[in-house]
């Protein structure tokens, strides 16, 4: 489940990024001469951002899933297999 929200968040997070980064490209092509468009080839950049997607997952699932073991290190031992 915490993977699955990762996953979310991720795609969640390069897509507005994409969309930004868009709108802000086509405001600086009004201010300034200059062509802002990627020369990237299509397939590279598919397959880094899947790379960065899946990094990002697997570092918000180790995130999660280690957090409440530092949580309940912290507190009473009759507390503690609340967090487990």
């Not at 915490?2 to 709108?23: D, E, F, H, P, T």
């Not at 020369?39 to 590279?44: E, F, G």
């Not at 990094?55 to 073991?69: E, N, R």
């Amino acid at each position: 489940m915490v993977a699955v929200i990762g996953c979310v968040n991720a795609v969640l997070a390069v897509g507005s990024g994409k969309g930004i980064g868009a709108i802000s490209n086509r405001f600086l092509d009004h201010y300034t001469p200059f062509d802002y468009f990627p020369r990237i080839s299509l397939q590279a950049t598919l397959c880094m951002h899947a790379l960065c997607i899946y990094a990002l997952c697997v570092f918000t699932s180790i995130a999660s899933s280690i957090y409440p073991v530092f949580v309940a290190n912290h507190t009473s031992h009759a507390e503690s297999p609340h967090y487990q």
